[in-house]
């Protein structure tokens, strides 16, 4: 789903959300984003740049602090780079995960351009959005993606012997799907949550990629409610398309909003966010 009227409508993040949302895997949505280098927690982290499609692709690396690790490229979404992705980013790398926090928008704009989600609302976020958005086509998605995987095989606390995730949320959602369609030798995990274009007729739309994924990789497809009330014939069509791919995808709808998953998303729903994070390290474990 993902429109403007859903999206600003929501309620907003008071202090006491917050409060509760560090107890999430003992993780806090307000930790800043890293510098240049930084070490805590047994991590090492560094804002990257490097040269892709488009132009200067930017993120967080994060990663433990010895040893060479599977990768895992985390797609933010619509409020774009900003502490409370870097610190799910994070928490993938204290559970021995190499983890890129990218820039979605390294094609128009540089870094962080928004504090966290209630900024975005406040600050006519959609509207500034929009023109980035409509540069990431599927097809410029699919071009980044490729970039992306050949960065982090270079990366020595990357394990290139062991396949890399990824992870999208809201409007990249169907870039996880994008990506491992693009990049099957690689990329052998996808998780999508409350994602946003995953259903379409095009030949690039997420519904019909699901087939080009790797006979070996892993799916999840986390629907909020909401979307699904919305819209209850997506599941179908994802599960029907699902049952016909090689890969082993799972279709679900979880008791949580659109943006039920997000440290700083005004509808943060703790018992599902949990839920899903130990679905998605369960389907990490069994394919990278």
């Given at each position: 789903?993902?429109?403007?009227?859903?999206?600003?409508?929501?309620?907003?993040?008071n202090?006491?959300?917050?409060?509760?949302?560090?107890?999430?895997?003992?993780?806090?949505?307000?930790?800043?984003m890293?510098?240049?280098t930084?070490?805590?927690?047994?991590?090492?982290?560094?804002n990257v740049?490097?040269?892709?499609?488009?132009?200067?692709?930017?993120?967080?690396?994060?990663h433990?602090?010895?040893?060479?690790?599977?990768?895992?490229?985390?797609?933010?979404?619509?409020?774009?780079?900003?502490?409370?992705?870097?610190?799910?980013g994070?928490?993938?790398?204290?559970a021995?995960?190499?983890?890129?926090v990218a820039?979605?928008?390294?094609?128009?704009v540089?870094?962080?351009?928004?504090?966290?989600?209630d900024?975005w609302?406040?600050?006519?976020?959609?509207?500034?959005?929009?023109?980035?958005?409509?540069?990431n086509?599927?097809?410029?998605?699919?071009?980044?993606?490729?970039?992306?995987?050949?960065?982090?095989?270079?990366?020595?606390?990357?394990?290139?012997?062991?396949?890399i995730g990824?992870q999208?949320?809201?409007?990249?959602?169907?870039?996880t799907?994008?990506?491992a369609?693009?990049?099957?030798s690689r990329v052998?995990?996808?998780g999508?949550?409350h994602?946003?274009?995953?259903?379409?007729?095009?030949?690039?739309a997420?519904?019909?990629?699901?087939?080009?994924?790797a006979?070996?990789?892993?799916?999840?497809?986390?629907?909020?409610?909401?979307?699904?009330?919305?819209?209850?014939?997506?599941?179908?069509?994802?599960?029907?398309?699902?049952?016909?791919?090689?890969?082993?995808?799972?279709v679900?709808?979880?008791?949580?909003?659109?943006?039920?998953?997000?440290?700083?998303?005004?509808?943060?729903?703790e018992p599902?966010?949990e839920?899903?994070?130990?679905?998605?390290?369960?389907?990490?474990?069994e394919?990278?």
């Amino acid at each position: 789903m993902c429109n403007q009227e859903q999206l600003t409508g929501m309620g907003r993040v008071n202090r006491r959300q917050f409060g509760a949302m560090a107890g999430a895997g003992a993780v806090a949505a307000c930790a800043p984003m890293a510098g240049d280098t930084a070490k805590a927690g047994g991590v090492v982290e560094n804002n990257v740049t490097f040269a892709a499609p488009g132009g200067t692709f930017d993120g967080v690396f994060i990663h433990p602090a010895d040893g060479s690790h599977p990768a895992v490229i985390l797609w933010p979404d619509i409020a774009g780079l900003r502490p409370a992705k870097v610190q799910m980013g994070r928490r993938l790398a204290e559970a021995g995960y190499a983890v890129l926090v990218a820039n979605p928008y390294y094609r128009s704009v540089t870094g962080q351009q928004f504090e966290d989600f209630d900024d975005w609302r406040s600050n006519d976020g959609w509207n500034k959005v929009t023109p980035w958005r409509e540069a990431n086509t599927p097809e410029a998605v699919q071009e980044t993606a490729r970039a992306v995987v050949a960065w982090l095989d270079a990366q020595d606390a990357v394990d290139s012997d062991r396949g890399i995730g990824n992870q999208g949320y809201c409007m990249t959602g169907s870039w996880t799907i994008l990506a491992a369609a693009a990049v099957p030798s690689r990329v052998k995990a996808a998780g999508s949550f409350h994602g946003g274009g995953l259903v379409g007729a095009g030949a690039l739309a997420p519904v019909n990629l699901l087939d080009d994924m790797a006979a070996d990789a892993h799916g999840l497809i986390a629907i909020a409610q909401d979307d699904d009330a919305e819209n209850p014939d997506a599941k179908t069509t994802l599960r029907a398309a699902a049952e016909d791919a090689a890969a082993d995808i799972e279709v679900e709808v979880f008791a949580g909003d659109h943006g039920w998953t997000v440290l700083d998303s005004p509808v943060y729903s703790e018992p599902e966010a949990e839920r899903a994070w130990a679905r998605l390290l369960e389907m990490y474990s069994e394919a990278l």
